[in-house]
């Protein structure tokens, strides 16, 4: 039987990828940060386990619950926006968002990527458009493209570390999610959809890659 495993599974874009790994008749292990999610995971078919990524002994117990797994998908999707105004951040605001969406994933990573490259399986990060240096058309939400830079760096660190995993950044377009807003053109279902297309059909490479939900690649 596969195995997906989902870092940040409570609502959203990760919630709709158990759903749909699920359907699917994978095994699905997925993580949340609060009791009741992680029963509401469990009571969907999932094995569940509760994970605030920004708790540094939370992320080593993972560690030791996932030993024996080789997840044929792993996909880190947790991750926050923070703060809708730009201008000059306060140091809340940064390290709430660099801790999540960074410091999180430098502990992470080195975590998964060797159960993944033991499956030849599949790594992704939940990065976005927005934090693309050589793609970038604009510069709001100035401290979230930050971050999600400096998560594709982490990323493409992991990649030469780990060759046997093909490690992959995601832009998941712009959903209609409690980030992306009710105003967003894309439905939770169809970029989760689209997620899983591409990473089923991308080839094995020891090479990351940037892709769009529909499989476009992006610029690093």
């Not at 709709?16 to 699905?28: K, T």
């Not at 999610?37 to 469990?42: T, Y």
């Not at 982490?154 to 105003?183: I, K, N, S, Y």
Request: glycine share 12%; charged share 20%.
């Amino acid at each position: 039987m596969a195995l997906a495993l989902i870092i940040g599974a409570s609502r959203g874009i990760g919630l709709e990828l158990v759903r749909q790994y699920l359907a699917d008749g994978w095994r699905v292990i997925a993580t949340a940060r609060k009791k009741e999610d992680v029963a509401m995971l469990a009571g969907m078919g999932a094995e569940a386990h509760r994970l605030d990524v920004t708790n540094v002994e939370a992320v080593a117990g993972l560690g030791w619950t996932l030993d024996s797994e080789a997840p044929d998908v792993a996909i880190l999707n947790a991750g926050i926006y923070g703060p809708r105004s730009d201008g000059f951040p306060t140091q809340m605001d940064f390290d709430a968002v660099m801790h999540t969406n960074v410091l999180a994933a430098m502990r992470l990573l080195p975590i998964i990527a060797p159960l993944v490259s033991a499956a030849g399986g599949k790594l992704a990060v939940m990065s976005s458009r927005m934090g693309s240096l050589s793609e970038r058309d604009g510069s709001g939400g100035s401290l979230y493209r930050a971050s999600k830079a400096a998560l594709n760096s982490v990323l493409v660190d992991t990649a030469h570390q780990f060759a046997g995993a093909t490690c992959v950044a995601l832009h998941p377009g712009w959903v209609r999610t409690d980030m992306g807003g009710a105003g967003a053109t894309l439905a939770v279902e169809d970029s989760a959809r689209g997620i899983r297309r591409v990473l089923a059909e991308l080839p094995a490479s020891e090479h990351p890659v940037y892709r769009d939900y529909d499989g476009t690649p992006i610029g690093w």
